[in-house]
């Protein structure tokens, strides 16, 4: 556990370090190696029909202007390098370089005003649509790379990351369960230690096939939900010992797409996010801190295939196959998922029909007999039961409407659901490890026979407030969890939340909000492990990117 907190803390620290260092004007030559020597490609600000114009360090044009006068008073050695350590600092905190030119776009043009998490309608999962270019900024991490190597630029390879450290003052005092992520109350956390490597194919041109991938590693309490089982080491991590903190490999995936499949096609291969949601699993996707009641219990990854083609401006379709809701196709619980979705646009951009099915099978708890032998056999010994790698096979069915306002500096979005399995266990997947007082862990809760099913309505309204500020207002949320087969608590839930997010900069940002919910159904007391039946916050989070 503390080898995995050093490990992330030395990646955070080799980030900034590494961006302050290559960010020095004399980083190249010290390290023996002239860019004025050398004819190294550096990215100029000449465009020629929106592609940009490669020249060399000693063609750049600003190099034949007069030089600067020089300042009547010399200058102090180190307040010049304090300062110069300063400057470097807002290079990462403050706005990164974007082009001011917007570049080619095949699909209807951005829905959405740029103040939100996306431009676009869900429906990606996880990945640009089809025919929408990268536009995302040059991270300070992925700069100072690149200055490094111009040959990993040329490869459009990019590797950034974010730092998500948030706090959860509540009325609970040991757990905010079933709140999501921010399950320990009034402590400072770290939700999210991100390092993301990938490759985004281009699909605005139709001419040949492309190719991408993405690595995205996560550290921090948030990875007791996207734990995979099978997908080391957050697997053994939570399901065996209940850790705090964890890493997680949450998404691992090679992209091919193929132009001249209907409009297009991209195939996702390995480990990725679940389609269907409004919401997501990494933060900066996120248009609130908190997830609403029926997002914490539902599926998180998918380790399959998915394949996405859009028919044509207004149809998409996708279909895969997976091992299972949150499952690693090589682990013993696994078993062979089919998916299929469906995304309708409107012809004048105002509305999006996103849903179908994200997983379904047998619809069986994973080895239930199993669980239940084991227990047997303890019984009849007098002894403890053998630890069983029980997990959810969750059967899932999502349709969610989007429809914008204002030419999308508003929108509201509105998503059902209807989760259910047979056989299973009160509180869902095993967790063998040993209980803590933030929740999980005990082993297999009670044995539910025959079909436990899982309801779940929200509604998300986010409102352009200023160019760098949105409301976010969750009005409707609730979960219907009647036999607590995923929540461990036998009632119906409903929370009431709003925040405002406001952008510092596009490095930086926070995400306060209130919070109210409450159990609603048979008298049941859910929150702080069992002692309340409500709950009030207050959260607040940052979202630092590097």
């Known amino acids: 556990m503390h080898a995995v907190r050093r490990f992330s803390f030395l990646i955070l620290l080799t980030a900034i370090v590494t961006t302050l260092a290559l960010s020095q004007p004399g980083f190249c030559r010290e390290a023996g190696v002239s860019d004025v020597q050398q004819d190294i490609p550096i990215l100029g600000t000449l465009h020629t ?76 999962a996880g990945t640009l649509p089809m025919g929408v270019p990268d536009t995302d900024p040059e991270y300070p991490l992925e700069r100072a790379i690149w200055k490094a190597c111009p040959l990993i630029k040329k490869a459009r390879i990019k590797v950034y990351g974010w730092v998500n450290p948030g706090v959860e003052f509540s009325t609970s005092r040991k757990s905010n369960f079933p709140l999501s992520y921010g399950i320990v109350p009034n402590k400072l956390q770290l939700d999210q230690l991100v ?22 590693q996560l550290f921090g309490i948030d990875y007791r939900f996207t734990t995979a089982q099978g997908w080391p080491p957050a697997s053994n991590q939570l399901l065996n010992h209940n850790y705090l903190y964890g890493y997680d490999p949450v998404e691992l995936y090679g992209l091919l797409y193929v132009p001249k499949v209907f409009q297009g096609m991209v195939l996702k291969v390995g480990r990725y996010i679940s389609p269907p949601d409004i919401e997501a699993s990494l933060a900066p996707d996120n ?31 996708q279909a895969g196959i997976h091992g299972g809701n949150d499952m690693a196709f090589w682990n013993v619980a696994a078993t062979p998922t089919a998916q299929a979705l469906v995304r309708w646009t409107s012809k004048n951009n105002n509305n999006s029909i996103y849903g179908g099915v994200d997983s379904v099978n047998k619809g069986y708890y994973r080895l239930w007999r199993e669980v239940l032998g084991a227990q047997a056999i303890a019984q009849a010994l007098g002894t403890d039961p053998a630890k069983v790698p029980g997990h959810d096979n969750l059967q899932q ?28 266990f009160r509180g869902g997947t095993i967790n063998n490890g040993p209980v803590r007082s933030f929740g999980g862990g005990g082993g297999p809760g009670l044995f539910l026979p025959g079909q436990s099913p899982v309801g779940g309505f929200v509604n998300y309204t986010a409102i352009k407030l200023s160019k760098r500020d ?19 608590y036998p009632t119906t839930y409903a929370s009431w939340t709003i925040g405002l997010t406001h952008r510092f900069s596009n490095m930086l940002e926070i995400r306060p909000e209130i919070r109210y919910e409450r159990a609603l159904s048979h008298h049941v007391n859910p929150y702080d492990n069992g002692l309340k039946r409500s709950q009030f916050t207050f959260g607040c989070d940052l979202i630092q990117r590097f």
């Not at 390092?195 to 995205?216: A, H, M, N, S």
């Not at 609403?292 to 379709?317: C, P, R």
Request: with cysteine.
């Open 49 to 124: 029909n929106c592609s940009p114009i490669l020249i060399s360090a000693k063609d750049r044009p600003e190099d034949n202007l007069p030089a600067p006068a020089s300042p009547s008073t010399t200058s102090t050695p180190g307040l010049s390098s304090a300062k110069t350590f300063a400057n470097n600092i807002w290079k990462i905190i403050g706005d990164s370089p974007s082009s001011d030119i917007d570049p080619p776009r095949r699909a209807p043009p951005a829905p959405l005003d740029s103040v939100f998490p996306s431009t676009e309608y869900i429906g990606a």
């Open 195 to 216: 390092l993301r490597t990938e490759r985004v194919p281009d699909t605005v041109q139709t001419k040949r096939i492309d190719w991408g991938f993405r690595y995205t």
């Open 287 to 317: 248009y609130l801190y908190t997830h609403s009641l029926m997002f914490t219990v539902d599926t998180y990854t998918q380790t399959g295939v998915l394949a996405s083609i859009q028919l044509n401006k207004q149809w998409m379709i």
């Open 397 to 424: 069915f999502n349709l969610t409407w989007s429809h914008r306002l204002f030419g999308g500096k508003a929108i509201t979005m509105t998503e059902g659901y209807l989760l259910f399995q047979r056989n299973a």
């Open 470 to 488: 949105f409301l976010t207002l969750r009005p409707i949320d609730f979960l219907i969890d009647e036999r607590g087969q995923r929540t461990g």
